[in-house]
């Protein structure tokens, strides 16, 4: 059995932890920084941690696809795997403490107007106090209760909101929120909703679910996160009332388009906070560790046969 490990990211911990692990499977494992540098003749892997997708589209022996990131919307296209019944198991898990913390920071950022202050400070200008706002008291609506939901939900409590609530696809979730609705129910909640924090996988049902009419439903000088998908929000709609001050302000880590268009009106928001899809790097210590720990734990049941923790839906699409 061989084994591929694509990062250009592990440390020599991870690579000590990876032979281990496939040792103790009874495979041979070959490191690559790129899937431009895999040689010919490792084409032929039975399990890739990392990803490849010139081996994906064309090896059809290929057993096992670990992509080291959570959202897999890109290869839900049908005959993306040359084997159609390869396993397809992402990291997730690992993600929930990096962009929740990403998500309680840039809340904060535009909630305290900390993105303006800068600004002046750094042009050598001395700002005078202006309107803020707090998370103690916020009502909070976090749209998308998996693992990053729930992990910022878990944070965000400390701050005492008013009001926590969660909605999803099933309607339900932890206990860590005062109640969960389903999406269908959305629209009901939003007029009491301070701040709305996305972090929503890329699928069909959530393209496009914050609309123009879902934007104007949120209560007046409300805040939006969202480090899910881009293509999960009408920009235009959002560009419109964040002009308008509809919106008090909003962060955005993704975007309908990635890179961003130099033409957008994003760029020029003075209330929009923008960071370049990097929530969820692969740069947090913690991050990495759990990441190697999770394909790690799979093998071990993909060795012996047993069901994969970290199997990714194909219906579903996460």
């Not at 081996?55 to 696809?65: A, G, S």
């Not at 990097?278 to 990495?288: E, I, S």
């Amino acid at each position: 059995m061989k084994i591929l490990a694509i990062n250009n990211l592990f440390e020599e911990k991870h690579i000590e932890l990876i032979k281990k692990g496939a040792a103790e499977a009874g495979a041979q494992v070959h490191f690559y920084t790129s899937d431009k540098e895999i040689l010919q003749s490792d084409f032929d892997a039975d399990i890739i941690y990392g990803f490849a997708p010139e081996i994906v589209k064309t090896n059809k022996n290929l057993k096992w696809l670990c992509v080291p990131w959570a959202g897999v919307d890109s290869l839900m296209v049908p005959g993306y795997f040359a084997n159609e019944d390869c396993i397809l198991t992402n990291s997730a898990g690992s993600y929930g403490v990096s962009i929740a913390e990403h998500m309680i920071a840039s809340a904060l950022v535009v909630l305290r107007r900390m993105n303006e202050f800068y600004d002046e400070t750094r042009a050598g200008f001395w700002g005078k106090p202006r309107s803020q706002k707090s998370l103690k008291d916020c009502r909070i609506t976090v749209l998308g209760t998996g693992d990053i939901g729930t992990t910022f939900a878990k944070r965000v409590r400390a701050f005492e909101p008013a009001a926590l609530i969660g909605v999803c696809r099933s309607g339900k979730a932890g206990d860590i929120y005062d109640k969960v609705l389903p999406v269908s129910e959305l629209d009901s909640v939003l007029p009491e909703t301070d701040l709305l924090a996305m972090s929503l996988p890329g699928t069909p049902e959530t393209r496009n679910i914050l609309t123009r009419k879902r934007i104007e439903l949120l209560a007046e000088g409300a805040c939006i996160v969202n480090v899910g998908r881009g293509t999960a929000i009408d920009e235009e709609a959002l560009a419109d009332n964040l002009e308008n001050g509809h919106l008090y302000g909003a962060a955005l880590d993704v975007f309908q388009t990635e890179p961003l268009s130099k033409n957008s009106r994003l760029w020029k928001l003075k209330n929009l906070v923008m960071t370049p899809h990097v929530a969820g790097n692969l740069t947090v210590a913690y991050t990495k560790d759990r990441n190697v720990e999770m394909f790690l734990e799979d093998l071990k049941n993909f060795t012996a046969g047993r069901p994969m923790h970290y199997l990714v839906d194909r219906k579903l699409g996460y």
